[in-house]
Nanobody
Framework: QVQLVESGGGLVQAGGSLRLSCAASGRTFSIYRMGWFRQAPGKEREFVAAIRWSGGSTYYADSVKGRFTISRDNAKNTVYLQMNSLKPEDTAVYYC?????????????????WGQGTQVTVSS
């Protein structure tokens, strides 16, 4: 099993920045890829960004490309999501997820473990 704990959410004005963290524990050696997803009220959960646990490849949704950056610190077993130039439409609960296999990085169903989520609210 892998446990994931997110932190760093909060309330920020449009144009501001936040950094989310996701600390992984347990059988972290089984992780192939980490991802961030978000879910706004009344909407489906959507892909935000992903990164290979061993480093290298990163992937972003078009809606956040150029504004968000995903990174990882393997020594700390932590993945980060730096969010800049935030917009009101970025308001959502953000979830960290871990996948054991090399599958569709943008599909929530391909991830095996999920955190509890952290709220991000961007005011206009």
């Amino acid at each position: 099993q892998v446990q994931l704990v997110e932190s760093g959410g909060g309330l920020v004005q449009a144009g501001g920045s936040l950094r989310l963290s996701c600390a992984a524990s347990g059988r972290t050696f089984s992780i192939y890829r980490m991802g961030w997803f978000r879910q706004a009220p009344g909407k489906e959960r959507e892909f935000v960004a992903a990164i290979r646990w061993s480093g290298g490849s990163t992937y972003y949704a078009d809606s956040v490309k150029g504004r968000f950056t995903i990174s990882r610190d393997n020594a700390k077993n932590t993945v980060y999501l730096q969010m800049n130039s935030l917009k009101p439409e970025d308001t959502a609960v953000y979830y960290c997820a871990a996948a054991r296999g090399n599958s569709d990085y943008a599909r929530a169903g391909e991830y095996n473990y999920w955190g509890q989520g952290t709220q991000v609210t961007v005011s206009s």
